[in-house]
């Protein structure tokens, strides 16, 4: 009994954390909207605080708002660290090729151009470039395959749904 106490405990602060962390990033988007970057920012750091230690993909978006908003604000001493953070936590978490990756080395790269540091930029873009080329690809190919007749110029469209393009009627 003492146990599952002790479990509904946890279970409920987890919780609790969760929501606060939500309503605190939730104010950074206000105040992001509100052009009040500076304000974002804390707000978004206090929601990465909040965010229970397991929930590592909140975490990672939390410090990825805050780096954004302390670049927006011209802060770019305190923009580094939540951007790198950020990126190191989606790599280890989701895998060096996953879109959110490209996502946070493309930010990075961003707060390195306002700062001037081209050479640093530019090897994160063309990554982030290359993750986002393969992602397109493996969709592409994930739509259906081109089926060319020997005998004949024809051109048919298989979708893996089994229908035909000239099957498929659009209603306006």
């Known amino acids: 009994m003492k146990n599952t106490l002790i479990l509904s405990k946890n279970i409920y602060k987890e919780s609790f954390l969760i929501h ?20 974002a920012a804390f707000y978004y750091q206090e929601a990465a605080e909040l965010v229970p230690a397991d929930e590592k993909e909140d975490l990672a978006g939390y410090l990825n708002e805050e780096g954004l908003a302390w670049l927006e604000a011209g802060k770019y001493g305190s923009a580094e660290a939540p951007l790198e953070r950020a990126l190191a936590i989606r790599e280890k978490t989701l895998g060096p090729e996953h879109p959110d990756v490209a ?70």
Do not use: C, H, W
């Not at 606060?20 to 304000?39: H, N, P, R, V």
């Not at 470039?129 to 081109?146: D, F, H, Q, W, Y």
């Not at 020997?150 to 749904?161: G, I, L, T, Y």
């Open 20 to 39: 606060q962390a939500t309503s605190a990033a939730e104010l950074g988007d206000l105040k992001a909207t509100q052009l009040a970057y500076a304000e």
């Open 103 to 172: 996502t946070s080395l493309d930010n990075l790269a961003k707060l390195y151009r306002a700062q001037l540091r081209f050479e640093e930029a530019v090897p994160l873009s063309l990554r982030a470039s290359a993750i986002r080329n393969k992602a397109l690809e493996e969709e592409t190919l994930g739509i259906g395959a081109v089926e060319f007749k020997e005998d004949s110029a024809d051109v048919k469209m298989r979708r893996p749904d089994g229908f035909s393009s000239e099957e498929i009627i659009f209603d306006d």
